[in-house]
């Protein structure tokens, strides 16, 4: 099914700012009382803000633990469960003002002290099995990264992708060719003026500076690679927003 790119733009920029899918009450607090260690007793928690050293100081019972405040005073904190499995709980500071600098920061609490888990761009979904699927906006696309929650430590680690789903369409205006493979640069195709491309893939292009390379379907069903000065430069419609 075709989707208009605006609407796509303004869905992908609806999903980076919609609130957090994973807890029982998910907007953030600035206090609350929370048994987090799965001993039966409920340890008070609380953020503050401290302004002359941009970070937020998050505490848990007798815990105390400083993160960098991103040059923003946090809204609160999250209290979510990433694993129903276990009996913890876990707390997240979200920073950041836009959805290019947005950062979760993920916390727990051992009975002693907080202890940083991971930090992921945003936790988009997480529906208390472990796995934690976190959204970043790319300048017309949106990256889903994949991260999971060990059962034991609760520590949460990236899930590597060798390609990551784009699926924008855009039309050329001004011809340019698609390379063979990522390190191979013979053309394959040589894009028409004028024509529909489906932008499938997109890839870390490994060179400093140049972002990503991305995997596009010409109107004859050819793949082949493009780089991101080129479909930004030289096609109409991506959905350049966010």
């Known amino acids: ?40 007793t409920p340890e008070a928690v ?14 848990a019972g007798s815990a105390t633990i400083r993160g960098p405040g991103d ?7 999250f209290i979510v469960d990433l694993d129903s499995r276990d009996k913890r709980k876990e707390l997240v500071v979200r920073t950041g003002q836009t959805d290019y600098d947005q950062r979760s920061y993920i916390y727990g609490f051992d009975g002693k002290a907080l202890k940083l888990l991971g930090t992921v761009p945003a936790l988009t979904e997480a529906k208390g099995n472990g796995i934690i699927l ?17 059962a034991k430590t ?16 855009a039309t050329v205006k001004q011809s340019f060719p698609l390379a063979r493979s990522r390190t191979d640069k013979s053309v394959v195709a040589t894009l028409a ?47 350049l927003a966010g």
């Open 1 to 40: 099914m075709k989707t208009n790119a605006s609407v796509l733009a303004v869905m992908t920029c609806s999903l980076l700012t919609a609130p957090l899918a994973i807890a029982d009450d998910t907007a953030p607090v600035k206090s609350a009382s929370v048994d987090l260690n799965g001993d039966g």
């Open 193 to 239: 003026q004028g024509s529909k491309i489906q932008v499938l893939a997109a890839a870390p292009s490994g060179r400093k500076g140049e972002g990503y390379l991305y995997l596009v379907k010409s109107s004859t069903g050819l793949l082949g690679w493009a780089t991101a000065k080129d479909l930004t430069g030289k096609t109409d419609g991506l959905p």
């Open 46 to 59: 609380s953020i503050q803000f401290d302004e002359p050293k941009n970070e937020f100081i998050l505490k």
């Open 154 to 169: 609760g520590k949460v680690s990236e899930v590597p992708q060798d390609l990551y789903a784009v699926g924008v369409e």
């Open 134 to 150: 976190s959204d970043s906006w790319q300048g017309f696309w949106n990256r889903r990264d994949k991260y999971v929650v060990d």
């Open 71 to 77: 040059d923003n005073e946090p809204a609160g904190v």
